[in-house]
């Protein structure tokens, strides 16, 4: 079943989270004993239902704006048996109203966006909580700039560089950043 989440995300195009990406946000979630998780930006449920098989107690609220991979979504998690532990909600990350206390905020939506979802969602991140934010080298992009030909690559380029700029520049949260996937950040209030 995972295993065909994974060869439809692939035929289709889907940006899921790579393997070696996945695996160390599940090790993270366990040895942290994260038990309740928001993850902006849910494609077809895959990161959600990898995430919920940590422990049967991990309760997940996902956000997805696009409809048809919402419905995906939402039909990959009933198969699954995870519907009690995973809510999907169907609405634009910036407009949606969310509330509860998370011990995660995975921001995996529009790369452009991330200050905005993390000032919009980290008052609601429990004290001891991590916000991790995944896609900042996009494809080695940020790293090596002029790989980046197009208006629309470069212009992401530069908010990804805001973005990591903000983090490191933050008063009130710690940032490290860990080479897995397609590099991932780990926030923490200090
Ligand atoms: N976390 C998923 C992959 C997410 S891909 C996994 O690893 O399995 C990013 C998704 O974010 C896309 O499906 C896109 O439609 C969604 N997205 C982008 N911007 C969004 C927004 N503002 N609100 C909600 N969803 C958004
Ligand atoms: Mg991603």
């Given at each position: 079943m995972i295993k065909e989440i994974e060869i439809y995300a692939k035929e289709n195009g889907v940006p899921i989270m790579l393997p070696d990406g996945i695996e160390y946000l599940c090790n993270y979630i366990q040895e942290n004993n994260i038990k309740s998780i928001l993850e902006i930006g849910s494609a077809i449920g895959y990161s959600a239902i990898k995430m919920a098989l940590v422990s049967e107690d991990i309760t997940i609220t996902?956000?997805?704006r696009d409809k048809e991979r919402y419905d995906l979504a939402i039909?990959?998690?009933?198969?699954?048996?995870?519907?009690?532990?995973?809510k999907v909600i169907y609405?634009?990350?910036l407009e949606v109203e969310v509330d509860g206390k998370f011990d995660l905020i995975f921001i995996d939506a529009s790369k452009g966006h991330s200050?905005?979802?993390?000032?919009?969602?980290s008052p609601l991140l429990s004290s001891d909580g991590t916000?991790?934010?995944d896609n900042l080298?996009?494809?080695g992009l940020v790293e090596n700039e002029s790989l980046a030909v197009t208006k629309n690559q470069?212009?992401?380029?530069r908010k990804i560089?805001?973005?990591i700029n903000f983090l490191d520049n933050n008063q009130e949260f710690v940032t490290t950043y860990i080479n897995v996937g397609d590099k991932i950040s780990i926030t923490k209030r200090k």
């Open positions: 996902t956000i997805e039909n990959n998690i009933k198969k699954m048996n995870l519907d009690d532990c995973i609405g634009d990350a200050i905005d979802f993390f000032e919009k969602y916000i991790v934010t080298s996009f494809h470069k212009g992401l380029v560089k805001n973005f």
